[in-house]
């Protein structure tokens, strides 16, 4: 198995060691992965994402959506009961339970999902909050202005 050394990107990049520990899990899924269900990611628009799911075969109370601490799971398993009642000669369409997991980008949430014509769409959107969006910063010309406002005011000590 082949890993990617990404410590070139260590010199100018400060707080994403996350980065490499979700590329070689990524690269572990893979290989492991059976391909099963094929899935599209499209972009939407600037901030807004859909998976879509071919899951042909299966009902809406057979598929779970899960998204925990940034990695959204989705799962397909068919009622025991289900499979009974068929008699194939020839099965070509896969309904063989499954897990696909997808490691999303921090502030990536799900806003909805829907299963149309055997496709399993999930909708997410990315929202930076107030404080990670672009901001203005005043540069000041007066060094004392700059040691006043560090150094706290005699009301703040006494409080």
């Known amino acids: 198995m082949n890993t990617i050394d990404l410590s070139p990107l260590y ?17 572990q899924q893979g290989q492991a992965g059976s391909g099963y269900p094929p899935y599209n990611i499209e972009l939407i628009a600037e901030d807004r994402y859909a998976i879509t799911l071919a899951v042909a075969g299966f009902q809406r109370d057979e598929l779970q959506i899960q998204l925990e601490q940034g990695v959204l799971t989705v799962r397909g398993a ?60 005043r540069i000041d010309s007066d060094t004392a202005a700059i040691e006043h406002q560090a150094q706290p005011s005699s009301k703040d000590s006494a409080a």
């Open 78 to 137: 068919k009622s025991a009961d289900a499979e009974e009642n068929h008699n194939y000669l020839y099965q070509g369409i896969a309904t063989r339970t499954f897990e696909r997991k997808f490691h999303l980008a921090d502030h990536v949430e799900v806003s909805g999902a829907k299963l149309d014509n055997g496709l399993l769409t999930v909708e997410l959107f990315r929202e930076l909050p107030e404080a990670m969006k672009p901001r203005e910063i």
């Open 11 to 27: 010199r100018s990049f400060v707080g994403f060691d996350r980065l490499a520990n979700l590329l070689n899990q990524s690269q």
